[in-house]
């Protein structure tokens, strides 16, 4: 969200990293899709890809398995990893989705995501 829908914001990720680590959360997780490393295309902008690198060499950043069959990107549903993580490590999912779907999969998801899913907003470069 801090690219407005228009750009996928790197720096909108350290900034929300940066909130957490400084209040004393060092078991952070970011869950990004792989295909987020290649070159971007004009109608997929994306700024600052270096900072996902660097998060990357940091351990703090893990990107979602993807791969390309006949052409086509497949990409794996990396909520199920979100949730997955958050629920076993006893963390919390920051995120403005709900996750309904996974909600109905598993009966112990759909109480730790009613409970633990921390929804966020931007001002400007404000988390």
């Known amino acids: 969200s801090h690219g407005n829908k228009e750009v996928f914001s790197c720096r909108g990720i350290l900034l929300a990293v940066q ?3 400084d209040r004393g959360h060092k ?8 295909w987020r490393k290649e070159q971007p295309r004009p109608d997929v902008l994306i ?4 900072i996902l690198r660097d998060l990357e060499k940091k351990k703090i950043l893990v ?11 497949v990409v794996c549903y990396d909520d199920r990893f979100i949730v997955k993580l958050a629920h076993e490590s006893d963390g919390v999912v920051v995120s403005n989705d709900t996750y309904r779907d996974l909600q ?15 929804m966020y907003s931007f001002v400007n470069d404000k988390y």
């Open 19 to 21: 909130w957490f680590w």
């Open 27 to 34: 078991d952070i997780t970011v869950f990004v899709p792989s």
């Open 47 to 50: 700024t600052d890809q270096y």
């Open 63 to 73: 990107f979602t398995p993807s791969r390309r069959v006949g052409g086509k990107r």
């Open 104 to 118: 109905n999969e598993r009966p112990e998801w759909k109480r730790f995501i009613e409970e633990r899913l921390l």
